[in-house]
């Protein structure tokens, strides 16, 4: 890629500013003209691996010093150190590895302190697994709400799955390929038969989108096993929302009743489907038979 004349890299860097630059998550080509010029303009230039940065900076034909590591295991060392320099003016960019940063990444306490100092941030937006992910899944993507990732351990994972049980948003996380077969039999047990959508290697040559019911995903998998082909990486899990209201009706009901006795059915109506997620039309209608039966 040809390097950036000085000319194309005269624009406006505000100084003692917090730059969030998103990078690609696969295919380099995936960054704007934005990123370059940041990557190669901040002062200081904050990696969640520095090797990784440094494959990225190659490839743009960037070369800059003052490359700081930051990330979960040392953030909390680093944190007085980046406010300081930013307090006394210098501009400094964030990235993670692939993607954009802060999502299931570092960097979210370095924020929350900018804002307690009142320094300026601003993001350099670009490329997320979560988006692609769920635009490719062929799943409603009008409302959607994303776990992060799959914990390792079963219970919690359980636990992860139970919480959302009853949303009837898409539900986007992210996941290993050697925990896979796991996590799709304790979402069959969890959620039913549901469709789910199961992303790889996005925007590179070998990507890869499955999209079908848990019952017969688990089924593909194992076939590309005993054919010696199986999932390999990261991968990203679009799940169906609830469809099945009346599953939640019995706790739906009593929840109605308690919150009738305090409030309007105006606000009970609110708060539940905040609660919830339930549609508007089901609370409200439930809500007014039990107001006009005065079964509270």
């Known amino acids: 890629m040809e390097k950036l004349s000085k000319e194309d890299l005269k624009f406006n860097i505000v100084k003692g500013c917090l730059y969030i630059i998103s990078t690609p998550i696969g295919n380099f080509d995936d960054i704007s003209l934005r990123a370059i010029k940041l990557l190669e303009a901040v002062d200081i230039l904050l990696c969640e691996d520095t090797r990784r940065t440094k494959k990225l900076l190659s490839h743009l034909n960037i070369k800059r010093t003052n490359l700081i590591s930051y990330n979960d295991n040392n953030g909390s060392s680093k944190r007085p150190y980046i406010i300081n320099k930013l307090l006394t003016k210098k501009s400094i960019g964030i990235v993670c590895d692939a993607g954009t940063p802060l999502i299931s990444d570092p960097g979210y306490k370095l924020v929350k302190e900018c804002h307690i100092n009142n320094i300026k941030i601003t993001h350099a937006p670009g490329p997320s697994s979560v988006i692609n992910g769920l635009i490719l899944s062929g799943l409603p993507t009008n409302q959607f709400y994303f776990g992060g990732f799959v914990s390792s351990k079963k219970n ?64 593909v998998i194992d076939k590309r096993e005993k054919n010696n082909n199986p999932l390999k990486g990261e991968v990203v899990l679009v799940v169906e929302g609830c469809v099945n209201y009346e599953l939640s009706f019995d706790s739906l009901n009593d ?23 339930l549609p508007k039309k089901i609370v409200y209608n439930e809500a ?3 107001r006009n039966n005065k079964c509270i």
């Open 288 to 290: 007014v038979k039990i």
């Open 156 to 219: 919690l994972k359980k636990k992860q799955f139970l919480i959302t049980k009853n949303n009837i948003m898409t539900g986007v996380w992210f996941d290993t390929c050697l925990r896979l077969k796991n996590t799709l039999d304790i979402m069959l047990e969890t959620f039913g038969n549901r469709k789910i959508s199961i992303a790889r290697e996005l925007t590179k040559i070998y990507e890869e989108v499955i999209t079908s019911d848990l019952d017969n995903i688990k089924k």
């Open 255 to 277: 929840t109605i009743k308690n919150k009738l006795k305090k409030f309007s059915l105006r606000d009970t109506v609110n708060q539940i489907i905040i609660e919830t997620n």
